[in-house]
């Protein structure tokens, strides 16, 4: 079993649709969680950073954390055709032994909004 | 804004060829990762500096190698390219400190013939 479950869709919604992008975690040391947009040919950049259970929202983007459940979201309100991209949740346990961090991403989930 | 370069965005190498990947960031970060990026695997992790000099291997090391003289700099080296190190290679940096995001680069696309 992976450590963190992304569904890889892909997602197609029509524009000015609610998103919600969704990543199950087994490890409960995860402590620390972001959500990535990458665009095609382009490096992952650094959308939502969290790091405790409750709701942070920024513009159109609300990322969610249960960690009793071991669940993450990141919802997109007024989807526009340029949100379409691959969303990527990554999770950190912080610093611990030797892990100095690690980042455990997702498959990531490619979302498509269409006009 | 952060900002992390990597010197090609695309690159073709030969079979046993020896292949340097490098990697600048212009925010004084302390940690420096490699990534490779393919198809239903996502990302894992190859090697990450902690500072300059020092290094740990990651998840899939083999095959690889670093170095990082200069605190902005972080090279990964291919010591005799393969057809399944065919990838997109990914640098990303960030502050001291595991609770940190890291900021990635636009990768480097390498096919290996």
């Known amino acids: 079993q992976k450590e963190v479950e992304q569904d890889p869709g892909p997602l197609s919604v029509p524009e000015g649709a609610i998103v919600s992008l969704n990543c199950t975690y087994s490890?409960?040391?995860?402590?620390?969680f972001m959500w990535y947009r990458q665009y095609s040919r382009k490096g992952p950049e650094l959308l939502m950073y969290?790091?405790?259970?409750g709701n942070k929202e920024d513009g159109r983007f609300t990322a969610q954390v249960d960690k009793s459940s071991k669940y993450i979201s990141l919802f997109i309100r007024d989807s526009q055709p340029s949100d379409s991209a691959t969303y990527l949740c990554a999770m950190s346990a912080g610093a611990g032994g030797t892990s100095y961090g690690k980042l455990t991403f997702g498959q990531g989930t490619i979302l498509t909004v269409h006009p | 804004d952060v900002k992390v370069t990597q010197s090609s965005r695309y690159l073709v190498k030969r079979t046993g060829e020896k292949v340097f990947l490098e990697c600048v960031q212009d925010?004084?970060?302390?940690?420096m990762f490699w990534y490779r990026q393919d198809p239903g695997l996502g990302l894992r992790l190859i090697y990450f500096s902690y500072d300059v000099k020092m290094k740990e291997k990651g998840d899939i090391p083999e095959g690889y190698s670093v170095s990082r003289e200069k605190k902005e700099r972080f090279s990964l080296i291919l010591e005799s390219a393969s057809t399944n190190q065919t990838s997109m290679y990914l640098c990303?940096?960030?502050?001291?400190?595991?609770?940190?995001?890291?900021?990635f680069g636009d990768g480097t696309r390498l096919s290996i013939l």
């Open positions: 969290t790091y405790s259970s």
């Open positions: 925010m004084d970060h302390e940690n």
């Open positions: 990303a940096s960030r502050l001291l400190g595991a609770w940190q995001p890291q900021h």
């Open positions: 490890n409960s040391a995860f402590q620390y």
